[in-house]
């Protein structure tokens, strides 16, 4: 191969991958899984494509184990959201390598990953390298829309190809100084998404003349203002109280994490205090399609977010005694998704914790909770997999990436994406030794 370094290999790779564009929906990620199965079988890696429609492919790669130590997952999405080339500086998918960034969408979110994951596995595969258990790499369509295509598809009908006891995925990574330490972010477990909605009948009428009606818009704003105005009640679940322990060398009672976290740091208090109880954000609301009409029903959509082991049966009593009984209304569940947790004291945590003494001595590593979800609970649900967001960063400040990360100008330092690469060749050594 001409490719003279990691760093350059895994740069080229990235570049190409955004070219490809995979934009979801439609997605046509097959063409990325092809582009990556060409790459890896120069290096002799085995690869198959596993595709529920031929145009949104999924890519399966392995280093078939000497033994039987464990199986590890390195798992990455190639399907990308949306960008209007309007709001960006450079071609969106250009894959422009400018001033030691790589430019495109996907660059975080998260094609880097999958470009680091591949040229581990094949620069490893290259090495001579025989894991005690399988190496698998997967490249999967459709995790942003989530239309059955991706990895949901792949455990149900394809579950020999991608069961593991142990992941590594996107969610967490970033390092963040906390008042005078350093710490890499790991996400352990996911909240789950349980949104809801709420309906308030009324009897619609002319808007000339409001007393002949019963105005829903109107009779919904009380229960609007009380879902703003609850206080849940706060625990510490076992990630927060693991990163407390590292941070403050103790774990507070719950009601006083937002205030001792806060003197450390404003920011991360805001994000602890969101893993402490489930939220309630009321977010979408539809009444009268006219102004001159009073409406006859009102209906008010919540994101609802609960913690690993909050059930929506759970809650709905919660959601009841918030909302009053002055009012009448239904209440409507939808779709519940994620909420998973993988345990701490695992050989894929040791694995990180000794990563980072290696890569970065002065900082530590840490649990984290998301509070968003991954494509990870697919993998714990139907495995009991050990899955976690962890892909490191540290030359790009975690608020800049957030910033960036489904939005315009979206990059990644190629110190960060060789970092990244560094991360996961050692995890394989590591857990696969
Ligand atoms: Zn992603």
Redesign the pocket.
């Known amino acids: 191969m001409a490719v003279t370094t990691l760093r350059a290999e895994v740069t080229d790779l990235l570049s190409r991958l955004i070219q490809v564009d995979t934009t979801n929906p439609p997605g046509n990620e097959t063409a990325a899984a092809e582009l990556l199965r060409d790459y890896l079988e120069a290096s002799g890696v085995e690869c198959e494509l596993y595709a529920r429609v031929p145009e949104r492919a999924n890519l399966v790669a392995r280093i078939r184990g000497r033994g039987d130590g464990p199986t590890l997952l390195f798992l990455g999405?190639t399907d990308v959201v949306l960008a209007d080339a309007n709001e960006w500086s450079v071609a969106p998918f250009s894959g422009e390598v400018r001033d030691g960034e790589i430019w495109g969408r996907g660059a975080l979110?998260?094609k880097s990953q999958v470009a680091a994951e591949a040229v581990a596995v094949a620069s490893l595969a290259r090495d001579g390298f025989e894991p005690s258990g399988d190496l698998i790499f997967a490249a999967t369509a459709d995790?942003e829309v989530g239309d059955g295509f991706g990895l949901s598809w792949l455990c149900e009908e394809h579950p020999d190809a991608v069961r593991c006891d142990l992941a590594i995925n996107?969610g967490a990574g970033e390092r963040v100084q906390l008042g005078g330490g350093a710490y890499y972010i790991c996400a352990t477990a996911e909240k789950m998404t349980a949104p809801f909605r709420i309906h308030v009948r009324g009897r619609s009428g002319h808007a000339s003349m409001p007393n002949i009606a019963d105005n829903a818009l109107v009779k919904a704003a009380p229960l609007i203002e009380r879902i703003a105005a609850y206080r849940p009640t706060q625990q510490v679940q076992q990630e927060v109280e693991a990163c407390l322990r590292i941070v403050l060398g103790e774990v507070p009672p719950a009601d006083e994490v937002f205030a001792r976290m806060h003197e450390v740091d404003a920011t991360f208090a805001e994000l602890l205090q969101a893993l402490l109880s489930e939220t309630f954000s009321p977010t979408i609301i539809g009444a009268s399609q006219k102004r001159n009409v009073i409406p006859a029903l009102c209906t008010v959509e919540v994101d609802c977010r609960l913690l690993p082991g909050q059930t929506p049966a759970e809650i709905e009593p919660v959601v009841r005694a918030v909302l009053g009984d002055d009012v009448d209304y239904e209440l409507e569940f939808l779709e519940a998704k994620g909420g998973t947790r993988s345990a701490l004291d695992t050989p894929l945590w040791d694995a990180v914790d000794a990563w980072v003494a290696e890569a970065d001595p002065e900082a530590r590593a840490v649990p984290m909770c998301c509070a968003g979800f991954?494509d990870s609970h697919w993998l714990r649900e139907a495995f009991g997999t050990v899955a976690y967001g962890f892909f490191p960063s540290r030359t790009m400040p975690g608020e800049v990436s957030a910033t960036l990360i489904h939005s315009a100008d979206e990059r990644i330092p190629v110190d960060d994406l060789e970092l990244g690469l560094d991360w996961l060749r050692f995890a394989a050594r590591t857990v696969l030794a």
């Open positions: 999405h979110d998260m995790e996107e991954t």
